[in-house]
């Protein structure tokens, strides 16, 4: 049975992947990363989707403590959604950016993926309805495939794939709905409160993604 | 003051490479990674020259527990070295080779140096004296690049510095000893005894440089 590492962070991107990996007939170990993210329930998530899921996963705490996001700094403020279109316009990332965050979880899963023969790496990143963070667009994806290639024992024989890379978040959702992933058991929010604090990015895709979709999303009541 | 971030091992090579960077007027922050090595006593070696230095650095305890090269399990044996030409004759890579090592290594520094605005990140990979592994070699460190400009937010604003990639050891150790690394300091074996075993690759790499810069080895009483 051909073997995938499943990058999961408890939100519904990541959550989707996981399905859609499985979908596909990969026997799926799922990575989960604490590392120290304001919003560590997503952990919590992650692992109870995992769970759901049968599928192995493993908890890795790393070390940012040089911080420079908001995520990792309760100092800095998470700041309100400033609508998608604004990121692409201006170019300007928010503070919610954590430096190289994505290229460290793919170091990792790329690792893994050497030592336990698995075949293919999948990421629920996403391009369309995206805060502009740059470690989250194709062409890092395809820059990152040929480190991978020149830089690893196994290059080509792992594959990192982003099947949600260029859905619109209700097209995620749609698909998400589709293969059964527990919506109800994914978490959104930067802000990591008891309930979605409805303002900060993560919370305004996740909002017009199930408003656009036409469905309700579980977590709010 | 210009900034840089030095990844450095506890080996010869990254420690002439913080020497180096010192010697460019980069302000150095070092990072030094227990990574489960078998060779241990590295990470001791690292700290002393830090700290012989006077530059901050930092210890960044990393799970690899899925492992995947001798350097990680005791159960499989380090091999004797096989001589260098063999390994680029025959392209295989050694069991010492560690999954997505330098990727790893290299994406934390990213993040640190994206955090703290450093300008340059130091690797004292090398590609002529060398076991084969892929994550020492140029086209690697090309495709690296590529991935932190299109994947961070830095970008270009920082640059990954090899500068020993094309010395064979011989002119590595020379030109530590012109800047004055301390290489009594160092630590190479990969068996991580109490002295080196003069059998491993790294041994032996280690003991041609010496020889072949007709210089003493200070660890090798």
């Not at 952990?43 to 769970?51: D, E, L, V």
């Not at 409160?193 to 996740?206: H, I, L, T, V």
Request: charged letters at 25%.
């Amino acid at each position: 049975m051909k073997r995938a590492v499943v990058l999961l962070s408890g939100g519904l991107d990541s959550a989707t992947a996981l399905y859609i990996a499985k979908s596909k007939g990969y026997r799926c170990f799922c990575l989960i990363f604490d590392y120290g993210q304001r919003h560590r329930r997503e952990i919590q998530s992650a692992k109870h989707i995992a769970q759901k899921t049968a599928c192995p996963w493993q908890l890795l705490k790393i070390n940012l403590s040089w911080r420079g996001s908001s995520l990792l700094d309760k100092n800095i403020e998470i700041p309100k959604s400033a609508r998608p279109g604004l990121y692409k316009a201006r170019s300007k990332v928010p503070n919610t950016y954590v430096p190289a965050r994505n290229i460290i979880f793919l170091s990792f899963a790329l690792s893994c993926a050497e030592a336990i023969k698995a075949e293919a790496i999948f990421i629920g990143a996403n391009a369309v309805d995206f805060s502009g963070y740059p470690d989250c667009r194709p062409q890092f994806y395809r820059a990152f495939a040929q480190a991978k290639d020149s830089g690893t024992n196994a290059g080509r024989k792992i594959r990192i794939l982003t099947p949600l890379i260029k859905k619109s978040k209700a097209e995620i959702i749609k698909t998400g709905l589709r293969l059964g992933v527990p919506f109800e058991l994914t978490w959104s929010c930067y802000r990591g409160a008891r309930r979605p604090c409805g303002k900060c990015d993560s919370c305004y895709f996740r909002a017009k993604g199930f408003s656009e979709a036409g469905e309700r999303d579980p977590l709010i009541k």
